[in-house]
């Protein structure tokens, strides 16, 4: 079975420009969660989805950044306009309710961000 | 609030020998699961183990055994025999034990696990 899948892998901009993160959930798996890791805050929940409908979205830091499931197979995050202070790495990350009543993700290798 | 403490930034080991991470937190639930991922220089974060607060035997997978002081709220991960490719991140996560609680995970800062050959 494939995994997470992400992309792209890293992703280098320069500051204003809209930055579009995407994932592939696993497929069957009815949970996905964006998360954020930086070295200075670690990792951060930033949105999570349960059968394509945003459950918590108390993460996303401002309006510049979005995030949308349009179905159970594919899921984006947006960033406009992106600013140096976004640069770190995206995590996506999928499961099913079975694994997450017991704490367990699988996550993507995630998308590097780099914003000059 | 929780939160999950890992007090050693970076540690080594030489192969084929045993190594300690360690991992504090702080709760006021009773109920609650802790966990241990991996995050190798490919940046996939794995499960590695996981314990149930509710049960007082330590979790053990392979060459990965917990020491679980529910008391002390102490969580530290022990690595048997180290290979090469347990060089990686190591967070230490808490969950409340609910519905969905994999949707409440509070990762540690993390520990970089260097193996030396």
């Known amino acids: 079975d494939a995994g997470v899948i992400q992309s792209p892998r890293h992703e280098v901009t320069e500051m204003g420009q809209e930055v579009t993160l995407r994932c592939k959930p696993i497929?069957?798996?009815?949970?996905l969660f964006w998360y954020r890791q930086t070295m200075m805050r670690g990792l951060e929940l930033l949105i999570y989805?349960?059968?394509?409908?945003?459950?918590?979205d108390s993460g996303m830091p401002e309006d510049r950044f979005s995030a949308k499931m349009p179905n159970a197979s594919f899921s984006t995050l947006k960033i406009q306009p992106s600013e140096p202070r976004d640069s770190a790495v995206y995590f996506c990350?999928?499961?099913?309710?079975?694994?997450?009543?017991?704490?367990?993700?699988?996550f993507g290798e995630g998308s590097r961000l780099t914003v000059l | 609030a929780q939160t999950v403490t890992q007090s050693q930034p970076e540690m080594s080991v030489q192969e084929a020998e045993t190594v300690t991470l360690s991992c504090t937190y702080d709760?006021?639930?009773?109920?609650?699961?802790l966990f241990w991922y991996k995050q190798p220089p490919s940046r996939q974060m794995i499960l590695v183990i996981r314990?149930?607060?509710?049960?007082?035997q330590n979790a053990t997978e392979n060459r990965f055994s917990v020491n679980f002081q529910k008391a002390a709220k102490s969580f530290s991960l022990k690595i048997s025999d180290s290979q090469l490719g347990d060089a990686a991140m190591y967070f230490c996560a808490y969950s409340p034990e609910e519905e969905t609680s994999g949707s409440r995970l509070t990762f540690g800062e993390g520990t970089q696990l260097t193996v030396n050959p």
């Open positions: 709760t006021s639930e009773s109920d609650y699961y």
């Open positions: 990350a999928s499961s099913l309710r079975q694994s997450l009543n017991t704490g367990e993700l699988f």
């Open positions: 497929s069957g798996h009815d949970y």
């Open positions: 989805f349960n059968n394509n409908v945003p459950i918590d």
């Open positions: 314990q149930e607060a509710y049960k007082q």
